[in-house]
């Protein structure tokens, strides 16, 4: 009888094109699945990837050959989903379209200084990513937010604020003052001329157009009727305040789109009838936020991170089981780039990121790229190992692949054993028919090794050192994975691991060991997830505004009626998608933030529809405290969800009812295909281990380690203690945890100091986080004006997180001060804090908080410290300001605390705190702060910062031991101190280094720098000026702060910042001096400038750098109770080799600017200008960096005060480069009805006359003004020098030695801009500070 042939069914085809492999999983009911895994780009063999993927697997499911230069009927397809990386590639490459910027005026640099921060702390060649548009149109227009005090009432306003501007209603009743309309007359001749110049594709960015689109919609209507055929709205892409983050989502939008649309068009040509409305083939692509939408609503912006998105898709559905309810971290490592995020039941999305370092407000999953990847080059610098961040890439690949390349992380697993090499495609080679190259390997890892033994007197084998460097890797992969669960106060050890990604399965096991966890789920598909994710996922569109009300039973209507509206605009879309209304669910999400801070918590519909207890809850989970506030709504956002008709059959239970339900069959010892000798840091040798095909082993067998599973894809390595249980979807591993290997802590192991490097480095970088999370001012949450560090028993540095440059080793002092004073009388809990540079203070607005971390065995020993520093910008002082530029003595300048106990017995001394605010304002001419409750809530969260650190501490000690832990810690100064002492002797002949720098009162910086040939040096400061009757003076901890950070940079590696740096420094600074003034002293403004003066002088003496602008030009405005107060970037100096970056903050600081959106709500001024002061950099064969301009006026009247050094004196130039452009402030005033423009002394302050909310008016000769409400504040920051002289050849050939001298070669690629592909939450916090 003859056997029925089941006919063929429709092909339902995913596609992931990642950066190296384009996979392609396909599945009809006739014949099951079929995978293909092609090289993404080939073009010998084919023009498109996923097009001749689509063709290979129609040829296996048809059994029909088909041409590739034919084009591809799609009637045997059903469905097309794809993930690209066509536009994350454009990105990174900068190769979209052509596009031209349309801003408000005096913006047109805005996007291109960005938040003025520079990428990497410690780089001399600053390099700032470049950005997308290629031109700028300004608009002359403005609206501002209504000030909040007379939102209500226009009756409160002065005459004098209700003159400038008209009353107008924004989105969703949002008052507004509308300033200036838009001329379309003007823009339409802008815009003409830049479409007669070819462009094609603008982007329209005006400030505040979240919260009053009109003017963009005037604008885009003009372009769209002029014929521009891509126009990119920012109000419409994404509704949310911050011009920077939203101007780089448009430009994205418009440089991406046209390249995604074209991309498409090819593709679609590839396919008959070009993939048309009428066709029954529906093609999907897999947007950022983790849905599809139909290709034709494809976008550039929803596009970055299309293929990452499909692998969170894939292992939220095959490995996070509701039976067991354990939340999941994914675990995506491919050769170019490993991944990480986390799904807890729910997608958790991030609004606004950095990618390519273009920043960008999307709805986007958080995925976090955290390394480069089995690709990731493995170095021995500064007796550490080091694992990337450079990548060999694809060309020339890991050394293995026989093209050259260096030792990379996939080395290190061939040369265990946890690669087989005979299962591996043959393809390498000139021939390319050759398999991987293990004897160049050998080799390599053998040199190696023999360096490594020389320099440290170890005997390690090189087996060890392979070992050694896998556990680097992981350790550092470690980091933000622990960031990424417990910053949210999850566990990290409550989850299991999810694993896919080519080079995955070999570090899954061991990574799950380092993090605590105990089970490793790894889906059949796993190298092939992000492809079988699409066949997963669901259609959504995600639709949000702005909605600016106190959230409340009062508000209910009003939040019903706009949900309503959001899902009926997401039901239309969806529908037009071919979506049936029955398939669609939605999502209710609120934004909401506590009045007066800028923490907002997306919070999910709860079922019992109480959004303020869902916030409440998850503010108190992550930052451990709730404010006694009223809650406010920012955005009002609904998710329509078009639930995908299909699921993965084991999605209801990925692995429990398998694990309940399979019998455990041990593996017969005789399915293994072959054996290889596998190295174990738990055996200490080679072993031969067993290699199984998962194809032959039945669901339900254990598989006992060591050993390696396979199939085509590959590849999972099983430790010793790992235990596989083989299901009918999935490979689940119980990682069986057990006692840590002993470590002995009398010898310092080169592995285990890089491992305790991480460790210690991540602490401080977590209590970083929590204190950017938790506190409440714009200081530390927005511009980052903080720094956090541990400390030995002795009060040393061990490890400080580089937030702040002047911050660095300059806490060690303030530890030391409070460690001496207290000795023997603190107990477990004790918090303290203080601020004053008698007690290792830098100035008063820094105040420190500090926690002794006792021995949890032995209360009366402390084994460790920790402490937060972070600037405050209100506690008092003369006229209210805690920065005034006129201060002579130090109780003029706020709140000055030597030490105090802030919490003890858990409970927090606010009467102390008050007491202290208000003996500020007890003397002449001084004011208490105004805000003390900011103050307060602040060191709330350094005090959570330093219990993060504490707990951490305790839980390192658990692991290790405290004898092991404190042994490393130890060791790790010592390698600082050796690194600094290398490079010193370098520089031995060239001693004494000899500089001064003059400020521009006339005082002088004098420095001697003496070179001994063991590489220790005096820092001599003798012949710099008295002590200044002014407030430029500095404390010594600040003297060494600028001598750490100079150090590290000419390093030039990632040395731990801890006190070895300074432990063969001898700093001489003669008392009396403005660098060791008297105790009563002022020193506000010395932080800021003298500080900056002190990096010139040393970078001077070295001859590294032309000058810098050598100021932070602290800027502040008051009135009545608050403050609005920031530093503004300037130029950056020159040197041999590179061009000095313009607006950006310079050496000692790196903190924010705030932006104009955030400013302009937060107080009552309008930032009209902030643009870059083009030719104000020196010149030279390498030019200096460019200043800013940066213009504010007053919409109330006002106190404003500006300080500002390099207005006499410029930055120098070296090597016969030009000196920079000096700086500049001026004042825009009305007198007798006429404009005139006055330029300040270099140190001013405004001060209106006597108004009517300040009690008290201190008129200082000469430095008194009038700052009246529609006056303008312009500050020029200054210019860089210049390097070399110009057009010189001989100087050519004189900087190229000086290069080769003062940046080392292994510095060079640092040069090079390099991107993470992915920065979700974990970046809030690092893309804007560098770290280690």
Request: proline share 5%; hydrophobic share 40%.
């Amino acid at each position: 009888m003859p056997v029925a042939v089941k006919p063929l069914g429709k092909v339902k085809i995913c596609i992931d094109r990642g950066g190296t492999f384009c996979d392609v999983i396909a599945t009809s009911e006739s014949k099951g699945d079929h995978l293909v895994k092609l090289l993404s780009v080939d073009p010998q063999h084919y023009p498109d990837a996923p097009r001749e993927g689509v063709r290979r697997v129609l040829e296996w499911f048809t059994d029909t050959q088909i041409p590739r230069d034919q084009v591809i009927d799609t009637s045997h397809i059903e469905y097309l989903r794809m993930g690209t990386t066509v536009a994350t590639n454009a990105l990174l490459e900068r190769k979209g379209e052509r596009c031209a910027l349309v801003i408000t005026k005096g913006f047109k640099d805005g996007l291109e200084i960005g938040t003025q921060t520079r990428p990497h702390l410690f780089e001399l060649a600053i390099k700032k990513p470049d950005v997308l548009y290629s031109k700028v149109i300004e608009v002359d227009e403005r609206v501002a937010p209504e000030w909040f005090e007379f939102e209500q009432d226009q009756s409160l306003a002065p005459a004098s604020y209700s003159a400038h501007g008209e009353l107008v209603e924004g989105v969703n009743g949002a008052k507004m003052r509308l300033f200036k309309g838009v001329d379309e007359a003007e823009v339409m001749r802008d815009l003409q001329g830049v479409y007669d110049e070819g462009y094609r594709s603008i982007a329209i960015v005006l400030v505040h157009s979240y919260l009053h689109p009109v003017h963009e919609k005037t604008v885009e209507r003009i372009a769209r009727k002029m014929g521009f055929t891509h126009i990119s709205v920012s109000s419409d892409l994404q509704a949310m305040i911050n011009l920077v983050s939203r101007g780089g989502s448009a430009t994205a939008d418009a440089y991406l789109t046209p390249e995604v649309t074209r991309y498409l068009q090819g593709f679609a040509a590839g396919f008959k009838g070009q993939l048309r409305d009428d066709s029954d083939c529906r093609v999907s692509f897999m947007q950022s936020d983790g849905a599809l939408c139909d290709y034709r609503r494809f976008t550039g912006l929803k596009a970055i991170l299309s293929g990452p998105a499909g692998g969170v898709v894939g292992f939220a559905k095959t490995s996070y089981d509701p039976l067991d309810g354990s939340p999941v971290i994914g675990f995506d490592m491919g050769g170019t780039s490993t991944d990480v995020s986390r799904y807890g039941g729910s997608y958790e999305h991030v609004f606004e990121t950095t990618t390519a370092g273009v920043t960008i407000q999307t709805p986007q999953l958080d995925i976090n790229t955290v390394a480069a990847g089995g690709g990731s080059i493995l170095f021995y610098r500064n007796g550490l190992f080091l694992v990337g961040p450079e990548s060999a890439g694809a060309h020339p690949g890991p050394a293995c692949y026989r093209k050259g390349g260096p030792l990379t992380v996939t080395d290190a697993n061939v040369f265990l054993g946890r690669i087989h090499v005979d299962s591996f495609p043959k393809i390498f080679g000139p021939t390319e028919d050759m398999p991987l190259d293990y004897d160049i390997v050998k080799t390599k890892f053998e040199d190696l090794t023999k360096i490594i033994n020389q320099e440290t007197g170890s005997s390690l084998t090189a087996a060890q050192v392979a070992c050694g460097f896998i556990n680097v890797a992981n350790t550092a992969m470690a980091r933000p994975i622990r960031a990424l669960t417990e910053q949210r106060g999850f566990r990290t050890s409550a989850h299991n691991l999810a694993c896919f990604g080519g080079a995955g399965g070999q570090h899954a096991c061991a990574l799950a060991q380092v993090l605590g966890m105990h089970n490793v789920v790894i889906h059949k598909y796993s190298s092939l997830l992000s492809a079988y994710g699409m066949a997963l996922a669901d259609v959504a569109v995600d639709n949000s505004e702005p909605f600016l009300l106190e959230y409340g039973p009062q508000a209910s209507s009003a939040i019903e009626a706009r949900f309503q509206a959001l899902e009926a605009e997401g039901r239309g879309q969806l529908v037009a998608q071919g979506i049936a209304k029955s398939r669609i669910k939605y999502e209710r999400y609120l934004n909401l933030k506590y009045r007066g801070s800028d923490t907002k918590i997306m919070i999910l519909q709860p079922e019992t529809n109480d959004f303020a207890k869902a916030f409440e809850e998850q503010h108190k989970r992550e930052f451990a405290f709730n404010l006694d506030s009223a809650i406010d709504i920012e955005n009002i956002r609904v998710r329509a969800v078009g639930l995908a008709a299909e699921q993965d059959d084991a999605s209801a239970s990925p692995f429990v009812q398998d694990l309940e339900t399979l019998p455990s069959i041990p593996v017969d010892q005789t399915a293994s295909f072959d054996t290889q000798a596998m190295f174990f840091e738990e055996v200490g040798k080679f072993t031969e281990a067993p290699l199984f095909r998962l194809e032959d082993l039945a669901p339900g067998t254990v598989v006992q380690g060591p050993g390696i599973l396979l199939d085509k894809t590959q590849t999972i390595v099983l430790h010793p203690q790992n235990v596989a249980r083989i299901l009918n979807n999935c490979v689940y591993i119980d990682v069986g945890l057990g006692p840590r290997a002993v470590i002995d802590a009398t010898v310092v192991d080169p592995i285990q100091l890089s491992i305790f490097s991480h460790r210690f480095m991540g602490i401080a970088e977590q209590m970083g986080r929590a204190l950017q999370k938790t506190a409440m001012s714009v200081q530390i949450k927005e511009r980052l004006d903080f720094s956090c560090a541990i400390f030995g028993p002795d009060a040393a540095l061990v490890a400080n997180a580089p937030n702040v440059p002047v911050h660095l080793g300059s806490m060690q002092y303030a530890v030391e001060y409070q460690a001496a004073l207290h000795k023997g009388q603190l107990r477990p809990g004790d918090i303290l804090v203080s601020n004053r540079p008698i007690a290792g203070g830098t100035h008063l607005p820094d105040l420190t908080v500090i926690q002794p971390v006792f021995d949890q065995d032995d209360p009366t020993e402390i084994v460790f410290w920790v402490a937060g520093r972070g600037h405050h910008g209100d506690i008092g002082g003369l006229d209210g300001n805690s920065m005034p530029p006129n201060s002579t003595e130090a109780w003029q300048e706020g709140v000055a605390i030597s030490s105090m106990i802030l919490v003890r017995d858990g409970q927090l001394n606010e009467e102390g705190l008050r007491k202290a605010f208000e003996q500020a304002g007890s003397f002449p001419g001084c004011l208490p702060p105004r805000q003390p409750h900011v103050n307060i809530s602040d060191l709330k969260a350094k005090c959570s910062a330093c219990a993060i650190g504490s707990s951490q501490i305790h839980a390192l000690f658990k692991e290790y031991g405290k004898e092991v832990v404190q042994h490393y810690m130890g060791a790790i100064r010592n390698n600082a101190e050796i690194a600094v002492r290398e490079l010193l002797k370098t520089r031995v002949k060239e001693s004494p280094l000899i500089a001064e720098e003059y400020m521009d009162d006339g005082a002088v910086i004098s420095l001697r720098v003496d070179i001994a040939d063991d590489g220790s040096a005096t820092f001599d400061f003798t012949g710099t000026s008295l002590e200044t009757y002014s407030n430029l003076n500095i404390p010594p901890a600040v003297v060494r702060s600028a001598i750490m950070y100079c150090l590290r940079v000419l390093v030039a590696a990632d040395i731990p910042m801890n006190a070895g740096v300074l432990e063969a420094i001898n700093v001489v600074i003669p008392p009396g001096t403005m660098l060791r003034p008297s105790d009563d002293a002022a020193v506000s403004s010395g932080n800021t400038e003298t500080s900056q003066r002190c990096v010139d002088v040393i970078f001077k003496a070295f001859q590294t750098l032309a000058g810098s602008q050598g100021t932070m030009n602290y800027t502040a405005l008051d009135y009545k109770e608050w403050c609005y107060a920031e530093t503004i970037c300037g130029g950056a100096g020159a040197g041999p080799g590179w061009h000095g970056q313009a607006a950006t903050h310079v050496h000692m600081s790196n903190t924010r600017i705030c932006d104009v959106e955030i400013a302009e709500k937060r107080f009552p001024l309008l930032v009209r200008e902030f643009s870059i002061r083009r030719g104000s950099g020196g010149t030279g064969q390498y030019k200096g960096g460019d200043g800013v301009i940066r213009e504010y006026e007053a919409r109330v009247d006002m106190m404003a005060s500006h300080i500002g050094e390099r207005r006499v004196v410029p930055a120098y130039g070296l090597h016969g480069g030009k000196p920079g452009g000096k700086g500049a402030t001026f004042w825009k005033r009305k007198i007798n009805g006429e404009d005139r423009v006055l330029r300040t002394k270099p140190a001013c302050s405004f001060n209106v006359q006597r108004p009517e909310w300040q009690t008290v008016v201190t008129v200082f000769a000469n430095r008194s003004y009038r700052l009246s409400a529609g006056e303008r504040f312009v500050i020029h920051t200054p210019g860089a020098g210049g390097y070399g002289l110009p057009d010189d050849p001989e100087s050519l050939s004189n900087l190229a030695e000086e290069a080769a001298r003062v940046v080392p070669k292994h510095a060079a690629k640092s040069f090079q801009a390099a991107y993470a592909r992915a920065n979700g939450s974990i970046a809030s916090f690092t893309s804007q500070q560098e770290t280690q």
